[in-house]
């Protein structure tokens, strides 16, 4: 009898080791989206980028082992607008032929209780590269879960709008980002 209780237990705490927790990997691209919000003289707008890959790692048991990198096509981008659009992948805005993606990478992912996180990664711009803060959310239901964050950069110091468009009076400076990743889970080996 000992011996039947010394295997079910030892089984139970298999079941609820690291060992068996999961990894959440794989991104699904037509569930996520990366989004946008400005002001265009006074006005909100909001728009969206249509292609984007997203690689991530995270396994909620080893926060501190995480890792992302969004990539995003920047001709891909949706303003609602045809005309809009032609005119921020141009030479002034994005300049989409010589640079057409912008990217981050994740740097560290710090827990800050619950299901909220803080991200901290390099945003990679039109040739220019600087840090971001993000505070995330990550929730999850069985082997799905979904990451929900939203950072705000200021677009004159990636160059975006040149000219005559960096006059903040007509397209704000403030350019909010906001993301949504659905991701998959696979048992971690780690």
């Known amino acids: 009898m ?3 209780k010394f295997y079910a237990v030892f089984g139970l705490a298999l079941a609820c080791s690291p060992l068996s927790a999961l990894e959440f990997k794989q991104v ?5 989206a990366v989004t946008f919000a400005y002001k265009q003289m006074g006005v909100p707008l909001e728009g969206k980028f249509n292609k984007f890959a997203a690689q ?3 396994d909620p048991v080893k926060v501190g082992t995480a890792q992302a990198r969004i990539d995003i096509d920047v001709a891909s981008i949706d303003t ?4 809009a659009n032609d005119e921020v992948i141009g030479k002034l805005w994005f300049n989409a032929k010589t640079f057409p993606t912008a990217s981050f990478v994740s740097t560290g992912l710090k827990a800050l209780g619950g299901n909220r996180y803080e991200a901290r990664g390099k945003l990679s711009i039109k040739g220019r590269t600087l840090g971001v803060v993000a505070p995330v959310t990550f929730q999850a239901a069985g082997n799905r879960g979904a990451f929900d964050g939203s950072f705000t950069i200021k677009r004159l110091d990636f160059a975006i709008g040149e000219g005559e468009w ?7 400076n403030e350019i909010q980002i906001k993301f949504h990743l659905v991701v ?3 048992p971690s080996k780690k």
């Open 2 to 4: 000992n011996i039947l």
């Open 28 to 32: 699904l691209p037509n569930e996520s």
């Open 56 to 58: 991530m790692s995270f």
């Open 80 to 83: 609602g607008s045809v005309e």
């Open 166 to 172: 960096t006059d903040v009076g007509t397209v704000a």
């Open 184 to 186: 998959n889970a696979v």
